[in-house]
């Protein structure tokens, strides 16, 4: 890839980003393996994508909210429970889940098969910080509650302690 097209200064001539199927940042988060397919770089931090691997019986984020992105999960195979303040929601293959800023949630896969999610942050906010969960996770270091609410701030996300 070469440096203009890595650059998110709009261009004269626009570089197309095409992201093979072994292509992509590889980022290990314990039993789920995300692929950054786009960390907003070539498209001026309005979109961010990434594909993830969820083990079987992988427990997912606590429920949290997000200030300041939309963030999309596309269930590509299996099935993932969405928590959504008090409501379940079991999403099987083909279904779109949607979570404006503001929208307590988590996700987990319950099932005894993989579940893959193709999901989407816009803007490209949230990459950062799973980059930074994966720094402290290749530490040896398992993120404290208190570390993991420092590290969700950081890029305008809190703990959802109540479904309002």
Known sequence: MTEEAKTSEPQADPAVSVVG????????????RMRVLEDGSHTGHRLAIAE????????????????RHDEGFYVVSGTVRFTVGDEKYDA????LVM???GAP???ANLTDQPAVVLSTFTPDLYVQHFRDLQEVLAGGRPPTPQANITA???Y????????A
């Open 105 to 107: 949630h988590t996700f």
């Open 99 to 101: 979570v404006p800023p």
């Open 156 to 163: 305008a996300t809190e703990p959802a302690t109540d479904p």
């Open 152 to 154: 969700m701030s950081r």
């Open 52 to 67: 993830s691997v969820l083990a079987p019986h992988t427990q997912g984020p606590p429920q949290h909210r997000h200030g």
């Open 92 to 95: 099987g293959t083909g279904t």
């Open 21 to 32: 199927p072994g292509d992509g940042e590889m980022i290990v988060l314990g039993a789920t």
